[in-house]
């Protein structure tokens, strides 16, 4: 079928009713009644032009604030007729047209076609429908995405209902329902960041230590309930996959000794158990606890990092990164992140909003978070080595495509790395690490500094000491110095020529923290260019280290010479634990946190003219007893001109 180019969509809203009236009143009024079979009507047939109620129809209401509704998160729930899903991601807002990009998946072991989706804006009269586009099949297990486009309005932010038209094959009267909001243009964007969403296997007891991975969820969806998230970003490390190691196959393979173990081929074998851990491990972590709820009620925007594929994966020598097994894994690894994370297969990714450079790797995602803020995740996975992150060709394509999406109204551009690109720097801890050789355990102070779990030692153990510096691939590392100052200058020029703040977002170090890069010579820092807030938020699942790392980062946490015109350094944000007590090291906190961040749109009618277009940022950190949270709130201001 050919498509009108002016609604994409329709593709997946498919056929609508043309004399939908009464049969519609019908369907909302009650869900059993037996609707008359509908006309057909292809998108293309230029007299009988379908109309999406959703995109076309008028508003029903005023385009004014309007508070949002608490609900009751015991009733939310994956569907009970999938094997998983509903899963909501964000695509893109296209503020011109008004309109809102996301999709929805669903996996099912079902033959037949799944139903259509529903979808109920409250401004508007009349329902929308989306029909499923097939992604994938992995063993009779089928992976459908249904497309959503809505329409924004200025002020009124919105609260999209879904269900599915049918439960099990029949129209039931009260179908299991979700629900997520999306933002009114002119006001602000709420987002949350969250990375390290699991325990690794080093961790003993979770229930009994850290009462399960459910606490800080549970925080972000009471969150959530009072003031609405549009986004939730995932700043990879979303699923830890590191036991795919363990399956037997694997077990053997690391077993071998080294020639037989690179020169090894991935045959079907192995290749469908090492799929079948995949998949099945994400089917049981996406429907699993508080975050399956979440993932069912905020659209989701995700970058990946290693845990997602194996600890530690791009970093290995050549010699084993690139050896048929390992590359296996990633590309097993590679097609169910796409499915479940990104709602596409390796020949979507591109209608999906994810870019590819001319290097032919990566899957990097650069979208608007409303006017004002654009937030681009860089994929630091699919091209890394132990000498680099991003080849030149994506760094290429980065500036080319931010450069290109920076709207007249964008103030904030927010870069989510996996890892920090402002952090304490590790020269001592590398030394170190060269010195202790096979000495070095997963249990150690510097293994938990790297983040290392029992993936790593299980590979170690095999691979051998040779290993130790090859795994060390975080930014703030020697071997990457260079690439971290090519990032940071491309970023500035366009800061400078765009008048933009630039923002760092980052996990996987298990604490939470804040730093900063500035300019050598400023007076000032709100119209300081090179001003740029690192925020550290991790991890909402897994343990944080002990309290020897804290230590022991605060000791090499100096002033750093970037370039010629750049420092960096951490920031004091921790004056007090969450106990209240006072803090003596207060850079870096060791306890589980997430990320809640607000646009805070200036409010002319109190002359609050200072308060426009900043984003708060604000770590909310677990407390001792796992209930609840203590909040460190740290404010980015937009780049300020001479003018303002």
């Known amino acids: 079928m050919t498509f009108n180019k002016d609604h994409p ?30 006309e057909v009507v292809e998108v293309n047939d230029r007299e009988n032009i379908v ?11 005023d385009d ?14 994956p569907s009970s007729q999938f094997k998983c899903g509903p899963i909501l991601r964000y695509q893109d807002i296209h503020t011109e047209r008004r309109r809102w990009i996301g999709s929805i998946l669903i996996v099912t072991d079902k033959e037949e076609q ?11 009269a009349r329902v929308g429908f989306s029909h499923p ?30 269900w599915f038209e049918k439960e099990n094959g029949e129209k039931v009267a009260e179908p299991q329902k979700w629900n997520f909001y999306v933002p009114a243009l ?43 998230f549009h986004t939730m970003i995932g700043g990879g490390d979303q699923i830890y996959n590191d036991d795919v190691l363990e399956t037997p196959e694997m077990v053997e393979w690391l077993k071998m000794d080294g020639d037989e173990r690179i020169t090894l081929e991935f045959n079907n074998e192995k290749r469908y158990a090492v799929e079948k ?23 989701s925007v995700n970058t990946w990092d290693d845990h997602d594929i194996i600890d530690g994966y791009g970093s290995y020598p050549p010699k084993y990164q690139t050896c048929e097994v390992m590359q296996g894994i990633g590309a097993s690894a590679s097609r169910f992140y796409l499915l479940f994370q990104q709602h596409a297969n390796a020949n979507t990714t591109h209608h999906a909003g994810l870019q590819t450079s001319a290097s032919g790797k990566g899957w990097n995602c650069i979208t608007h978070l409303g006017k004002r803020t654009l937030v681009v995740l860089p994929d630091t996975r699919s091209e890394r080595s132990k000498e680099m992150i991003l080849s030149n060709e994506t760094y290429e394509m980065l500036e080319t495509e931010i450069r290109s999406k920076l709207l007249p109204t964008t103030k904030h551009l927010v870069i989510v790395l996996g890892t920090p690109l402002v952090y304490p720097a590790l020269k001592f801890f590398e030394d170190a690490l060269e010195k202790l050789g096979d000495k070095l355990s997963r249990g150690s102070v510097i293994g938990k500094v790297f983040g290392k779990c029992k993936a790593f030692e299980n590979v170690l153990g095999q691979f051998g000491p040779e290993l130790l510096d090859d795994l060390v691939d975080s930014w703030a590392c020697t071997v990457h110095t ?74 090499c946490s100096k002033t750093y010479s970037l370039n010629d015109s750049t420092s960096e350094q951490m920031t004091e944000i921790f004056h007090e634990d969450v106990d209240g007590s006072p803090l003596e090291k207060k850079k870096l906190l060791n306890r589980r946190n997430w990320c809640e961040v607000r646009e805070l749109v200036g409010d002319h009618h109190h002359q609050k003219q200072h308060q426009e277009d900043q984003l708060q940022f604000t770590l909310r950190v677990e407390n001792l007893d796992h209930v609840g949270v203590t909040k460190y709130p740290i404010v980015v201001d937009y780049l300020h001109t001479r003018e303002d």
């Open 186 to 228: 002119e006001e602000g964007h709420n987002w949350a960041f969250y990375s390290c969403n699991g325990f690794t296997s080093d961790v003993a007891d979770p229930e009994g230590d850290f009462h399960g991975a459910n606490p800080l969820w549970n925080d972000l969806l009471a969150a959530h309930d009072q003031k609405p």
């Open 133 to 162: 586009r097939q992604l994938d099949d992995w063993e009779g297990n089928r992976f459908y995405r249904y497309d959503i486009q809505l329409q924004l309005m200025a002020h009124r932010e919105k609260k999209i209902e879904y």
């Open 114 to 124: 799944p139903p259509r989706l529903v979808l109920r804006d409250p401004t508007k």
């Open 64 to 77: 004014c604030k309007v508070e949002a509704g608490r609900q009751d998160y015991s009733l939310i729930n």
């Open 277 to 299: 851990y995949y998949f099945e491990h994400y089917v049981q972590h996406f429907t699993t606890g508080s975050y399956s709820k979440a993932l069912s009620l905020i659209p």
């Open 482 to 555: 260079e690439e971290k100052r090519k990032m940071v200058e491309m970023l500035q020029a366009i800061a400078v020529e765009r008048s933009v703040r630039v923002t760092f977002v980052g996990g996987d170090v298990h604490v939470g923290g804040a730093g900063r890069l500035f300019g050598k010579e400023s007076q000032d820092r709100l119209t300081d260019p090179y001003d740029m807030v690192q925020i550290v938020s991790s991890a909402i699942v897994n343990a944080p280290p002990p309290g020897a790392v804290i230590t022991a980062l605060h000791t």
């Open 9 to 38: 969509h329709l593709s997946a809203f498919g056929d609508f009713v043309s004399k939908i009236g009464d049969k519609i009143n019908g369907l909302l009024g009650n869900e059993t009644t037996k609707v008359e079979e509908e």
């Open 51 to 61: 109309v999406d109620p959703l995109l076309e129809d008028q508003d029903q209401c």
